[in-house]
């Protein structure tokens, strides 16, 4: 009886220390795998490293890129992208977005495209009027406005949240209301202002209120030059970090 016991516990500590070396053996693997994959997911030291840190203004779309004057002011969350053309002493502020990826976008001398604005341009125009959207000299365009494929001509101004489709135009020395929609192909004649969804005849500007409308425009020109003075605006350096990825046939 003694001799089976002895030899029922030699049997167990012979297991037990082959399971032991077994789990031992098989942590040895996990951790061998693991040091392998972690040398292999490494960066070379060699790999040229950026950091992009933040938002990309100017945003090139094939032969396109943004085009902005010396004096013209581009807040730093603004979106430019493609066949876009800033004047100078234009201003684009906080938050808007102008795409050019289909046709031209153009804000001319003095003009400013206030925070959170869109404007966008289509291939063409359903009524056959110019696809490419234009914003003349001295106008300006109140905030959360939507702007596609229209033309404003000079000395305009634009209400907050207000909509202007394709192929509409807004004539020289003329105001759209605040939250007013000018359907496709609508026109406002000189002089005159105009309000309502959709946009409707309201009067005739007088002559002083015509003369306060550069004035505007050149109040916020003012205003945008004092902000402009106040940062350094960010560079196109990723550009050429991504040129230089290129020659050292970095993935980008």
Avoid at 4 to 14: F, K, P
Avoid at 84 to 92: I, K
Avoid at 151 to 178: D, K, R
């Amino acid at each position: 009886m003694a001799t089976l016991g002895r030899l029922s516990r030699r049997v167990i500590a012979t297991t037990l220390s082959g399971h032991l070396r077994h789990h031992q053996s098989h942590n040895l693997i996990r951790r061998t795998l693991a040091t392998e994959a972690q040398a292999a997911i490494n960066e070379s030291p060699d790999r040229v490293k950026w950091d992009y840190r933040g938002q990309r203004r100017i945003i090139p779309l094939g032969q396109w890129a943004p085009k902005i004057a010396v004096d013209a002011y581009v807040a730093p969350n603004v979106v430019l992208a493609g066949q876009v053309t800033v004047c100078d002493g234009a201003s684009v502020w906080n938050g808007a977005v102008l795409r050019g990826d289909l046709n031209k976008i153009t804000v001319g001398f003095c003009s400013n495209i206030q925070e959170k604005c869109v404007v966008h341009a289509a291939w063409s125009s359903p009524t056959g009027l110019p696809a490419e959207t234009v914003v003349d000299r001295y106008v300006t365009v109140g905030a959360y406005c939507l702007l596609r494929s229209c033309t404003i001509e000079p000395e305009c101004i634009i209400g907050q949240h207000s909509i202007l489709m394709e192929g509409s135009l807004v004539e020289t020395n003329s105001i759209l209301e605040a939250r007013s929609v000018l359907p496709p192909g609508r026109r406002i004649p000189t002089g005159e202002l105009w309000a309502g969804n959709p946009a409707r005849f309201v009067r005739t500007l007088t002559h002083e209120e015509i003369k306060e409308i550069p004035k505007l425009s050149t109040a916020i020109n003012d205003l945008a030059n004092a902000h402009h003075s106040e940062f350094l605006p960010y560079s196109t350096v990723y550009l050429e970090v991504e040129k230089l990825k290129k020659s050292f046939g970095i993935s980008i």
